[in-house]
């Protein structure tokens, strides 16, 4: 990791146990409140990948990974809110021209939801859109015959409870076709694309902060008079996961940049959350099934991620034709 | 060797099932989950219609994996209000028995079984909870933790400490059951919310400030609590063998459903999907037989605690493998239906009732002991 990387690492690993981690189980319940909306701007974290000439912060790869890996250990809501913000929302309004729409977001006058929908696997199906962070105005992804839209007016939600992602107020809406079309379908798999890496970083933090938990955890709970981690399925588990993680985090925070390595890792990473997180809670026993202890949300998120960021099927058709190269998988 | 159920028995799945479907309605399942409240109007009708027979083992396992396939939290909430009643059933008194289940049984109360303790989950052995003989009755100080109906049962039947343990060793003597009313006198009760999953069941903290419970309401001998609870814990891990095979069954029926429709519409299904349906299909065979094993062996008085524990857990972990993999199959369609909810629901499986590390050290003690079920 260079020294910048590190300097954001622990930037970010200060601002989100200052101002995140004592009302991360208030943010499952609640939401993202106002005021942490208000500091993720001013600290410049809504637009960090946009070149500075568009009023971003033009951070490359490593540090905007650091962002959603530090933030991911916390809260998986938060650090997507700052991915969908930056990787999905900001990417296609530049590739789209869209300049007065981006300074409303990086300025903070306007929050945007998401409805992936149709570039998501098991997509739009007559059970309504999935949207996440429902807003005034959303970027749909994928209506209207797979082109990328901004829809205006807020949507008709069905007030379901979301299995992940519910510090975004993540549910399920009925969209109405009056959007605006701002990029096609093809652009917006290659912005899809584009977000392997960022995937990852968020996968591999709340691999983490489940981690860590658990570790700390198994420290201090004794079962049959002995700390849990001196029983050896916890303490030789705990350790592989462990040395799973520092391996991704290696190549990670690697200056490696391509996409093929960034797929990879994604793939994996999204796999290893599912993982990690089931065994953090596990060791947790009932305590691990409680809000309260805040390990279940990781277990949640990492599923209802794998759901929305990877794509079991296409994501491995499009690293089975990276590695093949030629077209593969697909009967 | 037939693996088909008797006749009738199948028949009683039938009507279950049918039940489930009818009943268990998708509004009632995602309010009590959202809510976390008691849908006490499904105990209400099972009971109605006769759907749940403790005196008939095999019918109450069928029962309670086809009404979670249909839906965990309500399945389980229709079949736990007996909870714990096996112990009073095979060790309670006369009186116990006229006094406490016969109210259960016709629809009058519900009970609990109080053993986990703050700090203690599996090593039973070592709860804190104190029971002091004063004259005619025992005066009872402690808590309980995870207590399933804990804030509804009307009583619960609890292990408590009546004595210490004779040889420090030996910390599971010196324990006694008892049947402690919720309107005993210094009895309390906390509601415990925001469970990841089985949230239509009702779960709480037991406070026991000085509870004065009278003699008669010890169950059995005094001393032979740990005993009486590990008999039941045998008995109740195939019924939890049952809610996981319902979890995973109501997995595969989704998985199954939606590869069907994509087909359907026309949407090609490759083989990665449908080798992953198979994996699932399989396991959920496979534990089926587990467990039709385990209860043939206990139903039958010839309790196996290895095949017991074999039985339960695998069948929470494929509880667990099959909601986890149902989600990927179906990808964002899951996260939109109530197959997300069987996903939270499936993790406890690997938890309650012995966790799954648990279940491998009996097995595991029990293979070492050269007890191999030749």
């Known amino acids: 990791m260079n020294e910048q990387t590190e300097m954001m690492m622990e930037n970010i690993r200060q601002f989100a146990e200052s101002n995140i981690s004592s009302i991360s189980l208030k943010i499952e319940r609640e939401g993202i409140p106002d005021d942490l909306y208000a500091k993720i701007i001013q600290q410049g974290l809504i637009g960090a990948t946009l070149p500075p000439e568009l009023g971003g912060a033009g951070l490359d790869r490593n540090s905007y990974d650091a962002i959603l890996f530090q933030l991911a250990r916390i809260s998986p809501s938060v650090a997507f809110h700052v991915f969908m913000n930056n990787s999905l929302i900001l990417r296609s309004l530049e590739k789209a021209g869209r300049m007065d729409i981006i300074s409303e977001i990086i300025s903070g006058k ?14 739009e199906d007559g059970e309504g859109s999935l949207i996440i962070e429902p807003g005034s105005r959303n970027i749909v992804i994928g209506r ?9 007016g807020m949507p008709r939600l069905l007030d379901k409870k979301p299995l992940g992602l519910r510090g975004l107020k993540t549910d399920i809406a009925i969209l109405e076709d009056n959007g605006e079309q701002i990029l096609s379908r093809e652009d917006m798999e290659a912005i899809w694309e584009d977000g392997s890496w960022h995937s990852a970083a968020i996968f ?16 201090v709970r004794k079962t049959f008079n002995f700390s849990l981690k001196d029983y050896e399925p916890v303490a030789f588990r705990m350790s592989e996961l462990k040395s799973e993680l520092e391996i991704f985090k290696n190549t990670l925070f690697s200056d490696v940049e391509d996409s093929l390595t960034g797929m990879m890792l994604k793939t994996l990473s999204a796999e290893f959350s599912r993982r990690a997180t089931k065994y953090a809670l596990q060791f947790h026993g009932g305590y691990g099934y409680l809000e309260d202890f805040g390990v279940e949300k990781f277990y949640r998120d990492a599923v209802s991620l794998n759901s929305i960021m990877f794509r079991p099927i296409t994501d491995k058709r499009v690293l089975a034709a990276k590695i093949y190269g030629e077209k593969s998988g697909f009967l | 060797m037939d693996f088909d159920l008797p006749e009738e028995l199948d028949e009683y799945r039938k009507k279950v099932r049918e039940f489930a479907i009818r009943e268990f309605r998708p509004e009632l399942a995602e309010k009590s989950d959202r809510d976390e409240s008691y849908p006490d109007e499904i105990r209400k009708k099972t009971l109605k219609e006769g759907l749940v027979d403790f005196s008939n083992p095999w019918k109450t396992m069928i029962a309670i994996e086809e009404m979670c396939r249909v839906d965990p939290g309500l399945g389980i909430s229709a079949t736990v209000p007996y909870f714990g009643a096996e112990v009073l059933m095979l060790h309670g008194s006369d009186y116990l028995r006229e006094k406490y289940l016969s109210r259960v049984a016709g629809g009058n109360a519900i009970m609990g079984l ?51 343990p004779d040889d420090p060793k030996k910390r599971h003597h010196g324990l006694s059951v008892l049947v402690v009313e919720r309107n005993f006198k210094g009895f309390d009760s906390n509601h415990l919310t925001g469970k990841l999953g089985v949230r239509a069941t009702n779960t709480a903290e037991l406070i026991l400030n000085n509870v004065e419970v009278p003699e008669e309401n010890l169950v059995g001998e005094e001393g032979k609590g740990f005993y009486y609870i590990m008999e039941f814990f045998n008995i109740s891990r195939v019924f939890v063998a049952a809610q996981s ?51 043939s062996y206990l139903f039958n008085y010839r309790p196996n605690p290895m095949i017991t524990s074999m039985a339960k857990g695998y069948a929470s972990e494929t509880a667990s493998f099959a909601a986890e993999t149902a989600m990927e199959i179906t ?16 993790k406890i499986m690997e938890i309650w009732e012995g966790t799954s590390e648990v279940e491998k050290i009996v097995i595991s003690r029990m293979m070492m002991k050269g007890d191999k079920n030749e």
């Open chain 2, 245 to 295: 095979i319902g979890i995973a069954q109501g997995a595969l029926d989704r998985a199954s459903a939606y590869l069907i429709s994509e087909e359907s519409k026309g949407h090609f299904v490759g083989e990665e999907r449908k080798f992953k349906l198979a994996e699932i299909a399989t396991r959920v065979e496979a534990s089926r037989l587990l467990m039709y094993k385990a209860a």
């Open chain 1, 204 to 219: 591999l933090g709340l691999a983490e902060g489940a981690l860590e938990k658990a570790i700390e955890y198994t420290k």
């Open chain 1, 110 to 123: 306007e929050r945007y939801g998401i409805a992936p929908g149709p570039l998501m696997e098991g997509g």
């Open chain 1, 144 to 152: 209207n015959g797979g082109k990328v839209t901004v829809l205006t």
């Open chain 2, 331 to 346: 990808g964002s369609h899951g996260l939109k239906t109530d197959l997300e909810r069987l996903f939270r629901d499936s």
């Open chain 2, 114 to 164: 109080g053993v986990t303790e703050p700090g203690g989950g599996s090593d039973v052995a070592g709860l804190k909870t104190n029971a002091r003989k004063e004259g005619n009755k025992y005066i009872v100080n402690g808590s309980k933790m995870f207590i399933t109906n804990g804030t509804i049962a009307d009583f619960f039947v609890m292990l408590v400490r009546t004595s210490p």
